[in-house]
């Protein structure tokens, strides 16, 4: 099989599961990860897919890669994001989680807290959460979206206009060179632009993967977060927003 052929091959399985390894390649063509690796930057470098730590996935701007896809892309990185992002949080605290494996990794960190209370639209974060005796758990309403246990709609972001929290800690699928928040559902973009309105401390937590990643649909500005938690220095042009606006950075 030729270069070319092996290229063409990976291009169709990452469009087929959106998200493939390294492993999975290795396993598939029996060739070696440095033959892999070299092919995924070359085609990362075309713009036909986006490479990420230990694999490749889709570049679209209409579709997200598949949820359990994403529950393991850089999942490593979300790990030491969720260690150190917590730390933030004192017992007895109200919290936001919204939609999203990273948050999902965060709940998980939570769970050595006590007595937090906690308004989420994801239905894996309340799993995880509700575990714990001295949680109190509140689950919002709206329509379940099968793919990934997300909870949007018009009611959804009703609800979470209810209430006033001391943070929100937010997920995201890209952000744009210029500082946009960007996503792929309308409607859940709709549920965390209220999140972010009621939360006293807003908290993005994002791996590098994110920075300069295209989704459809603007959420809002990194300028309306209060602190972001990474895993690599962003690229200067959002640092620079950053700066300017006095958000907290943290290079995990």
Do not use: C
Request: proline content about 2%.
């Amino acid at each position: 099989m030729t270069q070319n052929q092996r290229q063409l091959q990976i291009m169709e399985l990452v469009q087929q599961k959106g998200f493939v390894s390294i492993d999975e390649l290795v396993n598939h063509f029996k060739v070696t990860p440095q033959t892999i690796r070299r092919d995924l930057n070359q085609l990362a470098e075309a713009k036909k897919l986006r490479r990420h730590h230990g694999g490749a996935g889709s570049d679209s701007s209409t579709v997200n890669v598949s949820y359990q896809s994403r529950k393991i892309m850089n999942l490593e990185a979300k790990e030491r994001i969720a260690e150190e992002l917590v730390k933030m949080i004192p017992d007895g605290s109200s919290l936001f989680i919204n939609i999203g494996t990273t948050t999902e990794t965060i709940a998980r960190a939570l769970l050595k807290h006590h007595n937090l209370k906690v308004v989420t639209n994801n239905i894996h974060v309340a799993a995880t959460l509700s575990a714990k005796e001295d949680f109190s758990v509140i689950i919002a309403a709206g329509e379940v979206r099968h793919r990934d246990g997300g909870i949007v709609g018009e009611a959804t972001s009703e609800f979470i206009s209810q209430f006033q929290m001391d943070f929100g800690i937010i997920g995201i699928s890209g952000v744009s060179p210029e500082g946009s928040l960007l996503d792929f559902d309308y409607r859940e973009v709709r549920v965390a632009q209220a999140i972010i309105e009621h939360s006293n401390n807003v908290i993005l937590a994002v791996d590098h993967s994110k920075f300069g990643r295209s989704a459809m649909v603007k959420l809002g500005t990194i300028s309306q977060i209060d602190q972001v938690f990474t895993d690599q220095t962003p690229p200067e042009s959002i640092t620079d927003i950053l700066n300017s606006n006095d958000i907290a950075l943290h290079i995990i």
